[in-house]
């Protein structure tokens, strides 16, 4: 059944592809749009991405059915804060943040207990560029959503989420807020940490410029990452601290070993871990 | 004018590549490929990439006008010794090895004094697949082509082989190898290492298989080097030693200072550090 209306909160790059989506398989009959940013808002207008822009949840005339949450993780809690009659009255309530444990006790702290029509949520996707310009409406399609229910969550919001990212071509896996951390900071956080602080460190030195004019084109993909949003990063990186730095810590002791075996010319152990790691991203790629 | 005929000795991915571009430039009358891989040898001919193989320096019955060594690193010591009436002989001997001052060490090894006729070269230029079956027509073109002369290469010798370059599309800067080996440090062997060093900590987790399923298109980007020959690039790291030691030793630095930022949530630190990173490399990118 076709859903009334649906709000997006953050008419970015994220929030307007999933407007963009939600539209092309008619998932609902009307689009809401509420983002601080009145030239985002008039952008989605124009590009018939919403029916309806608001500068605040407060604003808004009327509930919608189901609200999807797409702001910065770092923004979360006001949001939440802003949308305590919404979780008293929509059917379900979710978010897109690229943490969830944190993103859960933003919750905890703005409605106590939690409610039962939050579904917490990730969608594997993203592009380096930010900003409902460069929302596009393939960006769900064939990517996984990672939903990570807690204990409040009711049975009909979940499905209703579920259903809602599945309709726009997603494929949905439950787990644990904890254990999503955990991956996502291994495949993403730590990821994006590393080619942030390539980058950095190869601007600190003096002769920079020089060096980059003689970077090939494996350079450029190993550091399109560090192209990403700084603030956004940053913010995601500081809401999953305690996993990232965990996940820091053991690419340092890897590291170490290279850099020993590298020290002692021993051929061996380099080319034990080369080898290792060359097998296990054939084997990604491959599947 | 055209040079009468141009030996390669290791016809592989590079190799291949550069055979296909001499041809399609008409650079030379003849190729002549040398390379211990029979097979690589009858896939060369029967691509008509090369007019004749042989599986040793010692078989070819002719002197080549010019000669390219396509081989990796660790093996230039060896080719060097096969060569030696070469270095008497020819008009210019080139190579194509990542690290330079460990190619011109090899070479003071096997001959000393240093050949004037030889010109030690590096074309910026690769792919993760390897074997003359990877070879492309265009895998140079538009591409720099860091040349190192020593202070006994001729000036004709230098000049050939800055024009064979040239007539397959690729731009020649010359540069000490010292500077080269410190460049391609930091632009190249640090971000093959840094990409091996995540996937070989990744893999070596218990649940990595779940892991890599929740892998992103950033993580593709990120760790595609990791799927080079590993091989190849120990000898490159090991050729490379000193000067890359160095870069991790700068790099792991670096990743301190984000682990402090993170532990102590300085989101100013944090911010600072990844906003530096996507201003040189978006520079990087628009240059």
Not at 141 to 147: F, M, N, Q, S, Y
Not at 159 to 181: K, P, S
Request: with cysteine.
């Amino acid at each position: 059944m076709m859903i009334e209306s649906v709000g997006i909160i953050g008419v970015g790059m994220i929030g307007g592809s999933l407007a963009h989506a939600l539209r092309a398989q008619q998932v609902c009959q009307k689009i809401i749009g509420i983002d601080a940013d009145t030239d985002a808002l008039a952008w989605a207008l124009n590009a018939n991405l919403i029916e309806q822009g608001w500068q605040q949840v407060a604003d808004c005339p009327e509930v919608p059915q189901v609200v999807i949450i797409c702001v910065p993780v770092a923004s979360m809690r006001t949001v939440f804060a802003a949308c305590q009659d919404w979780f008293r009255q929509c059917t379900a309530i979710t978010d897109v943040g690229s943490t969830k444990q944190s993103v859960i006790a933003d919750l905890q702290a703005a409605c106590s207990p939690l409610p039962t029509n939050f579904v917490p949520a990730h969608p594997i996707a993203g592009r380096e560029q930010s900003g409902v310009q460069a929302a596009v409406p393939d960006l769900f399609t064939g990517k996984k959503v990672l939903v990570t229910p807690t204990a409040e969550t009711s049975p009909e919001s979940l499905m209703q989420i579920t259903e809602l990212w599945q309709q726009i071509g997603a494929e949905v896996e439950y787990m644990n807020a904890d254990r999503h951390d955990q991956i996502l900071a291994a495949t993403s956080h730590l990821p994006h940490a590393l080619a942030f602080a390539l980058v950095a460190c190869l601007a600190e030195q003096t002769e920079t410029p020089e060096i980059f004019r003689y970077a090939a084109g494996g350079f450029s993909d190993f550091t399109r990452i560090a192209s990403s949003d700084p603030a956004l990063w940053r913010d995601i990186c500081i809401a999953n601290q305690p996993a990232l730095t965990a996940a820091i810590e053991r690419f340092e002791e890897t590291l170490q070993k290279l850099r020993a075996g590298l020290q002692t010319q021993d051929a061996d152990a380099l080319q034990s871990m080369f080898q290792n790691a060359k097998n296990a991203r054939d084997k990604f790629t491959q599947s």
